[in-house]
Structures are given as structure tokens and as C-alpha cells.
């Protein structure tokens, strides 16, 4: 265990380093970022103005927050496979004292702290750009965002398989961000069934915190065991696939190849 701490630090070390050394890339994302969102804020606002339908600030802001969050922590482990496989040191990486698949998840853990600080600047800057008022209970909200973590690494682990397989998936990528975006704005009231989507159950927790200024106490113990399998099952099945992608690429012998 002492081994995979050291490679945590190592990926941390490394996102914090390119985090300040591309300084001017960095700043345009985020720049890039807000201002999608106030395309994004100030359009449907008016649209919900101007045809009278009824929609939530808060929870524009909340959503949006968490898209970015979680997004991330989806991309890395694919974009790490198609990067490495393009650099032509994908099979460095399977020679290493490591198992491939503790890089792939240690380097997405590190992606997502980093994720979680973008998300809380992002939530604080857009209350003030937008004047929107939310329960800022980051006790309850990071400990749900954890949670609801592994089913999106278990869609991750899904797009690495196959981009192992089959090297060139960005359309598939596409597909499943935008899935991603719909599994987050989805309200599990209006169907029992929604609440074992991917991530479905716990952003709606979260967004209760935020916008209805609930805790992390409010939910009762059996939500919790809900979200912990939910969880568990989307990421035992992206295991599952991305085993059986690795398998198939080791016996094709394109491991190394792009």
C-alpha cells in the first residue's frame, strides 16, 4: 500500500506542477469555462423568462459545477490511454513496477482533487458573478461527491477498455459526456428507476444540500446504502469491461500500437 501512496503523491506532485507551470492554459480554461456557463445561465434564464417555464437557478449553477467536477474525473483515464498510446509509451507504462491499472487510478484520483478545487472556485465565483444564493456546506457536499465518484471512474474504466481496443473512441467520448450531463440533471422524483443511473442519486443529494440547504445528515441510512452500490456496481462493471478490453488488445498484440 506504502508503494500506491508514493504513486498518488507522485501524480499529485505532477498535476499541481503542470497546473502552474501552464499557467496561461490554465487560465484561459477556466475562463473558457465561466464564460460557457454564463451562455449557458443567462440563455435558459431568458428562455424560462420569455415562455414562462419554470426552472431553478441554483440548480443551473449546482449542475454545471458538478459536470465540470465529474467530467474530469471521467476523461482521465481514457485521455491518459489515447495520449500514451499516441507518444508511443503506453507499453513503457505496462513494464512498470506498477500494475497499469493502479496508474490509471491513482492518476484519476489525482485528477479529481484537483477537479474538486476547480469545483468549489467555480461554485463560488459563479454565486458572484450571478448572484445566486446556495448553502455552501462543504462538509456534507465533498464527503457526497466522493461517494458518487466511483460510477463515473466506472464509465471511465469502460471508455479506457475500449480505447485500448480500438484506439480512436472520441466520438464514443462524446457520447458519453453528454450522457454524463444527463445523468446529473435528471430529478430522481419523477421515477424511482432514475436513482440508480450513474451518479443520478448522489447529485441529487448534493443539489438537495445546496439548493434546499439540507446536510449531509439529512438522508436516511438506507440512501446511503443505495449510493455506496450504485457505486460499487458501475465501477465492478467498468472493471469488468476494461478486463476484458485489456485481455483482447494483449492477444491481438496492440498494446504498444496507436
Known sequence: MGGKWLLLKGFIKKERIEFSRYIFDTIVGIIVTLGLFLLLFYGISSLANNYNIGTTKSALVVGYGLFILYIGAYNSIADTIITEGKNGTLEQLYMSAYPFRWILIMKNIASSILGLILFVFIILITMLITGVSLNIDFFSVIP?????????????????GLALVFKKVNGLLQILQFSILGFIS?????S?????LPGTLGT??????????????????????????IGCFYLIIGSAIYNICEKVAMNKGSIGYY
Open 144 to 160: 457526497l461527491a466522493i461517494i458518487t465518484a466511483p460510477s463515473f471512474l466506472g464509465l471511465g474504466l469502460i471508455a479506457g
Open 186 to 190: 435528471l430529478p430522481i422524483s419523477k
Open 192 to 196: 424511482w428507476v432514475l436513482r440508480f
Open 204 to 229: 441529487n443529494m448534493i443539489q438537495d444540500i445546496m439548493v434546499k440547504s439540507k446536510n449531509i445528515f439529512s438522508f436516511n441510512f438506507i440512501t446511503y446504502v443505495e449510493l455506496i452500490g
